[in-house]
């Protein structure tokens, strides 16, 4: 029977439930144990999709088209499990489904209340869409205390009951802060935090203290005690000097061990080879390059969280570290770029959407392609990328695009119409913005003798996007003859996926996002490119 795992949170946000949770599941595999992860989030959006990054950080896209929590790409990185529409769920989804079947008759006339039916809702979603994992980690936003949480906490604690005590397990992720003045570490934080659970019904069975120092003996007895968990349950979470040293630090400090009691299983010890491996290279690596993450969100790095990470495992793959520089496009537009993009090794403009910083991220485009410097533009910076071109390789001086109004050379424009297998999608420029883009994974075809069909070492690929407006094939003959190749497109031919410039060191534009499929042990072949363009182009500053 499938065993089910919830953590939660408490004392404070960012504490990192969802490494904990995805590291937590990769010791667990490397046991031998079969693992699925999902997010229960308690806002009441229905989705990220239409959040503001600095609100919410990146959305990350699963390829069955779910805009989802960043933490599923924690997940996603450090286990290799692919997530699905159904491992990710709001409030706002679960009030809708309630609301919809109230609407349709299914509840035959009942009043509708949060228990038994909206928690009854979250708890078919917990188990629903299930194989043969042995564990799946349930992992609950936000903060113990929150009132929005409250209905997610009352199913967890229900769950208890249907599925048994040998069963389930909670894990409660909390702080055990350094007072300098005092000279010692706090436990009543972690003991309010637990009371607070305790409160709903819900006693931890493991504690995972984060703390920046060892927590003395006689510290984690007190909490022991007061929090009535057992001394061995009491685990240390401390910090590292990165985030794939979290499963073998956890490891280290006991947790899967004492997840394995907790069960009563015995399992032989895990292997973590290939971690130990991954923390040697990230840890000692053979030399260092400078690339320049030129943006609108730069002032919240969880905005790009899985593009951060897909840089670094491209340096993993090339055995050096990837230092990047975050730079606000928006300064280019006074046509400052030089100094601000000496001496960098690439330049990469992400997605993105809006006309605010377009023309600072057009301007990095032209100094990547006059400077020969590597450039990879993602999504939106591949648009912007081919708007440089049309302007100052084509000739088309007032080329745009039409998603920041009506322009004479619209080279960028919204696609009314694609197929999505045998499906035909549509979609209006007033429609709704929630749910509406090009999501998920969708093919490419990729040109034979391009750069980035050496790369693929593969004519068909499949990676995931999330974007609205497409580069027109109308100006495809004017740019080609201009110097930049649609490398790759659409098995259809109609929307184009790929855009390189041959006679470019490298130079690539890409309408997905390939940093969603990167893992720290498979590294996207477009990053370990890049990051290779990168290290040529350091031998020459």
Request: proline residues 5%; contains cysteine; glycine residues 10%.
């Given at each position: 029977m499938t065993r089910f795992i919830f953590i939660t949170g408490g004392v404070v946000s960012s504490l990192g439930k969802g490494l904990a949770s995805a590291s937590l599941g990769a010791l667990l595999q490397a046991r031998g144990f079969k693992v699925r992860l999902r997010k229960l989030d308690p806002y009441i959006n229905v989705d990220p999709g239409t959040m503001s990054p600095y609100q919410h950080g990146e959305v990350y896209v699963t390829d069955d088209g779910a805009e989802t929590d960043l933490d599923l790409g924690h997940y996603e990185r450090f286990?290799?499990?692919?997530?699905?529409?159904?491992?990710?769920?709001?409030?706002?989804?679960?009030?809708?489904?309630?609301?919809?079947?109230?609407?349709?008759?299914?509840?035959?006339?009942?009043?509708?209340?949060?228990?038994?039916?909206?928690?009854?809702?979250?708890?078919?979603?917990?188990?629903?869409?299930?194989?043969?994992?042995?564990?799946?980690?349930?992992?609950?936003?936000?903060?113990?205390?929150?009132?929005?949480g409250l209905p997610f906490l009352e199913a967890i604690r229900q769950l208890r009951n249907d599925l048994g005590r040998d069963n389930t397990m909670y894990l409660h992720l909390t702080l055990v802060p350094y007072i300098p003045t005092a000279g010692e570490l706090k436990t009543k934080p972690t003991q309010h935090s637990v009371k607070e659970l305790l409160s709903v019904g819900i006693q931890p069975d493991i504690l995972l203290c984060r703390a920046d120092r060892e927590i003395p003996e006689a510290e984690r007895r007190k909490i022991a005690l007061f929090c009535n968990v057992r001394e061995e349950a009491v685990i240390s979470a401390l910090d590292v000097n990165t985030i794939y040293n979290v499963p073998l630090s956890y490891?280290?400090?006991?947790?899967?061990?004492?997840?394995?009691?907790?069960?009563?299983?015995?399992?032989?010890?895990?292997?973590?080879?290939?971690?130990?491996?991954?923390?040697?290279?990230?840890?000692?690596?053979?030399?260092?390059?400078?690339?320049?993450?030129?943006?609108?969100?730069?002032?919240?790095?969880?905005?790009?969280?899985?593009?951060?990470?897909?840089?670094?495992?491209?340096?993993?793959?090339?055995?050096?570290?990837?230092?990047?520089?975050?730079?606000?496009?928006?300064?280019?537009?006074?046509?400052?770029?030089?100094?601000?993009?000496?001496?960098?090794?690439?330049?990469?403009?992400?997605?993105?959407?809006?006309?605010?910083?377009?023309?600072?991220?057009?301007?990095?485009?032209?100094?990547?392609?006059?400077?020969?410097?590597?450039?990879?533009?993602?999504?939106?910076?591949?648009?912007?990328?081919?708007?440089?071109?049309a302007r100052n390789m084509a000739g088309l001086n007032k080329a745009g695009s039409t998603e920041f109004g009506p322009c004479e050379h619209p080279v960028v424009g919204l696609m009314t119409e694609w197929l999505q297998g045998n499906d035909l999608q549509t979609r209006e420029a007033g429609g709704n913005l929630g749910g509406t883009m090009r999501l998920g994974a969708y093919p490419c075809v990729l040109e034979k003798g391009t750069r980035v069909y050496d790369i693929y070492g593969s004519k068909d690929v499949s990676e995931r996007h999330r974007h609205r407006y497409e580069v027109n094939t109308t100006y495809r003959e004017a740019l080609e003859k201009a110097g930049m190749k649609f490398s790759g497109m659409s098995p259809d031919g109609i929307?184009?996926?790929?855009?390189?410039?041959?006679?470019?060191?490298?130079?690539?534009?890409?309408?997905?996002?390939?940093?969603?499929?990167?893992?720290?042990?498979?590294?996207?072949?477009?990053?370990?490119?890049?990051?290779?363009g990168a290290i040529d182009q350091s031998r020459l500053v």
């Open positions: 286990t290799g499990v692919s997530a699905r529409q159904s491992d990710n769920v709001t409030t706002g989804r679960i009030y809708s489904d309630v609301i919809a079947k109230e609407r349709r008759g299914d509840y035959l006339g009942a009043t509708i209340q949060v228990i038994p039916h909206v928690t009854d809702a979250i708890k078919n979603f917990v188990t629903s869409d299930l194989g043969d994992e042995d564990f799946v980690l349930c992992e609950i936003g936000g903060t113990v205390g929150d009132i929005e490891h280290n400090e006991g947790l899967d061990e004492q997840v394995c009691r907790h069960f009563k299983i015995d399992t032989p010890a895990p292997d973590l080879s290939r971690w130990n491996q991954i923390s040697d290279t990230v840890t000692k690596p053979e030399g260092e390059v400078s690339i320049a993450i030129v943006g609108k969100y730069t002032g919240l790095r969880d905005a790009y969280k899985s593009l951060a990470e897909a840089l670094d495992h491209g340096g993993i793959a090339n055995n050096v570290e990837v230092g990047t520089q975050w730079v606000d496009s928006e300064i280019f537009e006074t046509g400052d770029v030089l100094s601000h993009l000496e001496g960098i090794h690439g330049i990469l403009v992400p997605g993105g959407f809006g006309e605010r910083g377009s023309e600072g991220k057009i301007a990095a485009a032209r100094f990547a392609r006059e400077r020969k410097i590597p450039y990879f533009g993602i999504c939106f910076g591949m648009q912007m990328a081919v708007i440089e071109a929307l184009p996926e790929i855009v390189e410039i041959p006679d470019h060191p490298w130079y690539v534009g890409v309408q997905f996002h390939p940093e969603l499929k990167s893992r720290p042990f498979e590294p996207h072949p477009l990053f370990t490119s890049f990051i290779a």
